[in-house]
């Protein structure tokens, strides 16, 4: 059977499909004519045949974006169709390709394989040039560097998570419960109907018990006002009773609303959260060492040591004889004074130093008991504001790295070979034996290995506040007690830079201090213009580990000597002014009226008196101060003041109008810096000591 063939048989048997793609629209404005044969029609000319069968906008089969299509063959889209809002301008190209059109080059073998075209051009890859966008180039339009949006996202996000956690809320049922969580201890709930003649009240009382490993604390609140706060700590010291009870008396001073003040409104949980963390710190180190016995053992040792340099220096005549008298003796010259949940604080702390240590107004306080003092204070505020403390704790640390926490109440001897230890001027300190852990008991440790292992924990000592020291006494504050000392950074910053907050050389500055003269009190303008002979790194001292009381014992005098000499340059150059008083004339070329001659005045009303201050701080943290004279031909006096340590003070003066000896007037100057506390005001008043 033969097979029938057409009477009209196309010219070039070709379908639809390969008719698109043998043959591409080409722009008019390129250089190049199409390689499609003349024979074959146009896309143009074919959509022209088919408009009257075949809509252009009719959508195929299963297409969700309504794309063109010419006998089952989509159509190419233009830039706008793509989602592009951007169009090219009239230098550039301005064609319908889409950015897969490179592909469909390809098979013709002709070597046109072209790129994805970018809004504002199109990469060929026979060699044109590609014209890069100014996104692809990092700009914008303006022609600025374009945002680096995933920096920005991490800045935001590192500002978020700085931000978690530091507010605490108010006091209120949800908020202590939320801190306690944050904390990590357990909660129950337990609720109590108040009844009155066998029918129940409105009032509802209920209770959070926040327990822990060794620790609960329970907190009856009736509506979001806090009627009481109960501490139990389980352990084998026979005081824990005591720091009980003073613990319980911190917590709800923390959580009750000062005078004036509505219960729930206005009161942040700031003071209870800190407390409860420190708790939670212990407690969580507490699974097989208790660490609440470790510190009470540690406290009993000082505090016997305290009580015992206070009875020995009364009737000593540098020290007073009120209780007062002798606890600031004992805290800033001896040992420290040692107090267990005081000044609105959990834990066991060392305070060793106060700026001002006048004891005028602070005999009532220091004569009562640290529970009496706690209970006694409103929402936990501290009760000495100028005291230097250390605040001793535990952390994890490997028994390899350094010593571990010992339990033991036996750091000191007994009473009664610690007269025989202070008349050679020493502590009968003991070694108490070493705490062991039996095998399966540290979580750190292998079965395999010893059956008796060390506590992955150890002392430390916190520092409220912070001192300022240079970096070489860091290092040897670190080597006295076992630990690594600090490493030394490119970015280190000079002593004066870290305790004033100075960027470079410290300004001068104007400072008014009150000054008597024949009992009558002025103010006096004071101009400080400092030099630092020699510059030295310095070192913020934050923390420091122990294994020993004997180690914080012998390092207090070191502490307290630059907490002293921080203390006196911080009063005179930090947070004062750098601008001289108008119509102020400096006090060594100022007139000198006959009444200030006669009445003994040390300053000229309306003048500045200039003091050149040097400042030296090794070996001894030292100042040289040129004090003017009251006279302005008169050169004045050289004054060399010295920190020793214990916060002690060397003066030395050069002076033509001191006629008693050196040494005795010298130990007069000390002194009366140590009870003024204010290098301004001794200043004045040794002005006053060089005019008689």
Known sequence: MSTPTPSHPPSQP???????AQHVSTPSNLSYTSPAPRSVPSPAALRKDQAGRTPVNHPT??????????????????????????????????????????????????????????????????????IPTMSEL???????????????????????????????????????????????????????????????TAAVTRTIDIAGKVVMVEVKLEGEE???????????SKELERHNKSASAVLTQALRPVDG?????????????????????????SEKVNCFDALNGVYSSLQRLYEYETTQAIGT?????????????????????????????????????????????????????DIDAAESRSNGAQDESNAYSLNLGVERSAPDIYMPIRVSDSWLADPSAMDAAAALGGIPWEEPPPTLLTEGSDPDAMILDAAQRLP??????????????????????????????????????????LLLGASGDVPPVTHSVLAFSDGVEGEVQHQYNPHVAKPDFGYRLERLPFSHPRQLVELLPTFRQWACMGNLLKQTFAGVTTVEPAGRNVAGGAEISLDD?????PTTPGSIVPVDITLVTTPTPTLGLNVPYVHANKPGARITLAVLPNGDFNVGVASATIVKAQSVQGQRLARGLDQCSDLGVWIEWLRAEIAR
């Open 138 to 200: 990092g700009l914008t339009g303006s022609g600025r560097e374009r945002r680096n949006e995933d920096e920005e996202r991490k800045a935001k996000l590192r500002k978020v998570l700085r931000r978690i956690g530091k507010a605490r809320g108010r006091v209120s049922e949800d908020g202590i419960a939320r801190v306690a969580r944050r904390a990590g201890f357990a909660l129950e709930y337990s609720e109590e109907r108040s009844r009155v003649k066998e029918r129940e």
């Open 61 to 130: 089969t299963g297409s969700s974006q309504g794309s063109k299509t010419l006998a089952g063959t989509p159509m190419l889209q233009s830039l706008s169709q793509q989602g592009s809002s951007a169009s090219p301008s009239a230098g550039m190209m301005a064609f319908e390709t889409p950015a897969g059109m490179g592909s469909g080059l390809s098979g013709l073998g002709l070597g046109l394989e072209m790129g994805t075209p970018g809004l504002a051009g199109l990469t060929p890859s026979m060699g044109a040039a590609m």
């Open 597 to 601: 001659l006669t009445n003994g005045s």
């Open 226 to 236: 806090v009627q009481s706060v109960n501490v139990t700590t389980s352990g084998n």
């Open 14 to 20: 070709l379908s639809a499909s390969k008719r698109a």
């Open 317 to 369: 005549e540098s020290v007073g004889s009120s209780i007062s008298d002798l606890a600031i003796y004992a805290t800033c010259k001896r040992s420290g004074r040692p107090r267990f949940n005081a000044s609105g604080r959990l834990g066991l702390a060392i305070e060793y130093w106060r700026d001002e240590r006048t004891t005028a107004n602070s005999e009532a306080d220091d004569s009562m008991m």
């Open 261 to 285: 003040t509505v219960p729930g409104i206005g009161i942040p949980l700031d003071s209870f959260a800190s407390n409860l963390d420190w708790m939670a710190r212990l407690d969580r180190g």
């Open 456 to 497: 992955h924990l150890r002392f430390v000592a916190t520092f409220d506040p912070p001192i300022i020291v240079p970096f070489t006494t860091a290092v040897n504050i670190h080597t006295a007690v076992g630990a690594a000392p600090p490493q030394a950074f490119a970015n280190l910053t000079t002593w004066t830079s």
